[in-house]
């Protein structure tokens, strides 16, 4: 089998930060269905849609505040409790948190 690389386009943060955002809205409705009345038959599958929701709309905002693609993946990745990357993800949280969240988006 060859190498495979992926290509990714080009695309600015702001729609970046969007489409994870939407993403993440995705999850999260996909979780609230599944436990509907607080009642699940599959709590893995539900704590794993909020926790990539989670993972989206976190990333969402880190990309609307100037985070390049390229280090959310590397970076940041899956892992939110690695010291490295919650450091970095808390850090620009902190730094951001007065900015509006709509203005952010459309930068």
């Not at 709309?57 to 899956?78: D, P, Q, T």
Request: with cysteine.
């Amino acid at each position: 089998m060859p190498n495979e690389t992926n290509i990714e386009m080009p695309q600015p943060l702001g729609l970046f930060a969007t489409d994870l955002f939407v993403r993440g809205e995705e999850y999260l409705l996909a979780f609230e269905r599944l436990t509907q009345d607080g009642k699940t038959e599959f709590p893995h599958a539900g704590f794993s849609l909020l926790a990539h929701a989670l993972e989206l709309f976190l990333k969402s905002y880190l990309a609307a505040h100037g985070i390049s693609k390229g280090k959310l993946k590397i970076r940041y990745s899956h892992d939110l409790l690695r010291p490295s990357a919650s450091a970095g993800y808390w850090q620009c949280l902190r730094s951001n948190a007065s900015t509006c969240w709509s203005s952010a988006c459309t930068r």
